[in-house]
């Protein structure tokens, strides 16, 4: 059975943090993980990571993957009230389903 | 623009009395899913589809159908609705790609929020 766990499940933090979330992972045939963000809505996509050490950047985020010891970070930095969100970590198997965590509860206070 | 329309986005419904959640797609994608999310658990995947008239099971299938008799379209149906359903769902679709970044980005619909009493 696949696997998903990040951590923590929830943080608060002021303006202008910088966080880290973690997600640890156990999937058969794994190919690549995905890191959605989740405001009160539908996720929408922020990374794809395919090979490990490959340090993904959109602005203020960035993310890792350890295909070793099957883990993704995901950074923020400078953080925003805009910010404040759940984080979703998703790998995915060959058989392209992608599984889900239960995600980070971000909060970003000003 | 490129979605995925969820229909209805809010319902509520009484035990026993068959719905239809409709789920539609224009980017041409081969493969739909169905999730479910509820707190505490996460997104739980009900149903896939690799194209048309190729369905299968995910992890919370039970009481659940789907049908995909064309490319674009997945509904999903619940013959006989009970509380423990009550629940937000997604539909979402993305390509099927083969190699070793097989794994997809998913397009997610707004979502739709079901309450069965």
């Known amino acids: 059975e696949d696997k998903v766990v990040q951590s923590p499940l929830s943080l608060v933090v002021h303006e202008g943090d910088t966080v880290t979330l973690n997600c640890s992972y156990e999937v058969t045939n794994f190919r690549s993980l995905l890191w959605y963000k989740q405001e009160k809505k539908a996720p929408t996509f922020l990374f794809m990571l395919?090979?490990?050490?490959i340090e993904k950047k959109s602005g203020r985020l960035s993310s890792i993957l350890d295909k070793k010891e099957l883990f993704s970070i995901l950074n923020i930095t400078a953080t925003q009230t805009g910010d404040s969100a759940v984080y979703l970590c998703a790998p995915g198997g060959s058989n392209y389903k992608l599984t889900f965590g239960k995600g980070t509860l971000l909060t970003v206070n000003p | 623009e490129a979605q995925v329309t969820q229909n209805p986005r809010y319902l509520i419904t009484v035990t026993g009395k068959k719905l239809t959640v409709t789920c539609s797609q224009n980017?041409?994608?081969?493969?739909m899913s169905w999730y479910r999310q509820d707190p505490g658990l996460g997104l739980r995947q009900i149903y896939y589809?690799?194209?048309?008239?190729?369905?299968d099971k995910g992890d919370v299938p039970e009481g659940y159908k789907v049908s995909r008799k064309e490319k674009r379209n997945f509904p999903l149906i619940l013959e006989s609705p009970s509380p423990n359903q009550t629940s937000l769902y997604f539909c979402a679709s993305s390509w099927r790609r083969s190699g070793p970044s097989g794994a997809n980005v998913l397009t997610f619909g707004a979502g739709s929020r079901l309450t069965v009493l």
């Open positions: 395919t090979s490990s050490g």
């Open positions: 980017m041409n994608h081969e493969y």
């Open positions: 589809s690799m194209n048309v008239e190729v369905t």
